[in-house]
């Protein structure tokens, strides 16, 4: 019999990435996954949102911030591993 792997998964579930850290491109830990923004009409995903330590001044091209509350573009995320990465 031949010995065949098993593809490894390329989906993840809420539950394993809320509370990842996300961090850019150019290594800088910007916070943590708190939520993810979806559109209703088009099921897709605008946003997420990271939750950032208070008093941090963040600032990522294309963001929103509001309060603790750092909103990034979903087109900017580049990879989801250990780290979420977005593009700063």
Known sequence: MENKQIP???EKLWSEIKNYQ???NN????????ELI?????????????RVESGRNIHVKGAKRNG???LV?????EKVG????VTE
């Open 27 to 34: 290594a800088r830990i910007l916070g943590v996954l708190d």
């Open 38 to 50: 979806i559109n209703e009409k088009t099921g897709k995903i605008v946003d997420i949102a990271i």
């Open 8 to 10: 490894k998964r390329e």
């Open 68 to 70: 603790d509350i750092l």
């Open 22 to 24: 996300v961090a850019t």
């Open 82 to 85: 250990e780290f979420i990465i």
């Open 73 to 77: 573009p979903f087109a900017k995320v």
